[in-house]
């Protein structure tokens, strides 16, 4: 499973950044080297004092420059751990938004916008922490520990026995503790969302508690939270404060171990013994083992976090995608009615048809209003006509073609869909026209609003075009022009207006129509109502 995404983004990563991957390797292998060579130099340091021979201050010199480079290369690596990480969940949040643009329209009927954004925070941000404190970490730590038993066992093969038998001991100790200390802040995060919850609910209920004189348990309840909050952060501060002392303990232990066992002789003191250096070297190694123990713990435990993640990442790669259709231009057949609906069955759920049997031709040109009571499935013919679901049975065609097969370029110049609600996007007032298309002009832009008669006004803000949009900006029904205008700016063939007079009121509703009047001109218009206009010229259609 991991496979499937992760080891994908992070080969592309690799590929495309191959002067960041070579550093980051570089930088590991150099923070791990560099940190065992410290102590090494100052083995050497304090041999030579206690042999009474000379020190110049340039072994000195070189101690410290020594540590400098291992710090250096540390905060590299971690620096260039995270620049990867992020590399790669970029790569992956590309990958989940081109499988966006392929899944169907029911796909986001049955998925809440929650959950779908979840995926691509949540769960992509453990990803990242898979490589900033997951593998590459981890990696890195064991191969410290390594490392370091390694140079213990050449320095004195008894305390690297020691050490050996010691560890495994010492990591189930750190794990117990890391899921301690986790359960406790999860505890503690639980009590203090319960507590922040608490108050909002009483003040909105406070005149029932009044009523019933029931502040005394409320308060209760709050003073519950409250301490299982501190019982919960008590925990986890005993479990932080006695872990650093025990692994103190033990590390002290084994020394002393050595160094008795060292100090009896024969066999002892060739299987324990050392040089005052050695010694001074092997206490800042048994030292330096105990850190990347518990990294390793809670680098683990991000792995796991992670590896729930990716699988329900993997389950959203996995849904299934719009069927693959041969993609025509609706160009080809102008001669062809603008709308073609014959023999049309549909429903969202395999037991609910809403469509039954629906046939309508609409010319181009001509306009059609669609009337019917609530969830006849008058918004369902719009979903069908720009082609976001097929049908169950029957024909979808928009100039001879199936709604379906039109490539999704020609969308936009065939469909100007205007909703009863405006949706604005991050941006200025242009952005709210253009959508961010690069392909409509200016000039279109301004040729648009002035048709639905709202140039006049923006020309007057401060930026014109470029001003921040604000809803504060327009009046209600200016907002709903705004809307005419995004739909008629790419000069559409075929208008759909969703119920777009709705809640307006007469003065407004009137300024909208006239604005549709023009905006309608030698377009074919499909509209959606719950009443007659009587300034209406063309036909209504009863969906039942």
Known sequence: MIHNIVMKAAKETISHHVKLTVFLVFTVIGSITAGLIPPLVLEWIINTLTEQRNLSLMAIILYFVILSISGVLDAGKESLITVFGQKVTHQIRSIMCEKLNLLPADYYTRQDTGTTVSRFVGDVDTIETLFTSGIISMVADACRIFSILAIIFVKSPGLGILMVLVLPLLYLLTRSFQKRMLAAQLNNRQAVGRANNHIPDTLHSIQTLHNLHKEEYMEKRYETYIEEGFCAVNRSNF?????????ITVS???????MILSAKGGWFMDFFGMTVGTSVAIISYVGKIFEPLESIGMEIQNIQSASAGIQRINAFLSEQEKEAFTKISYKETQDSPAILLQNLHFGYEADKEILEGLTLTVNPGEHITLIGRTGAGKSTVFKLLMGLYEPWEGTVEIYGKS????????????????EQSFQSVPGSVLDQITLGDPTI????VINALSIVDLWNTIKEFPKGLDTLYQDSLFSKGQIQLLSIARAIVSDPKILLLDEITANLDSETEQRILEALQAASCNRTMLSISHRLYEYSKGKYVTIS
């Open 239 to 247: 479990y932080d404060a006695i872990y650093s002392p025990i692994i």
């Open 252 to 258: 002290t232990l084994l020394v002393a171990v050595m």
């Open 403 to 418: 709604a379906s097969c039109i490539q999704e370029n020609e969308r936009r110049k065939l469909f100007g869909y205007v």
């Open 441 to 444: 002009s200016l000039e279109q």
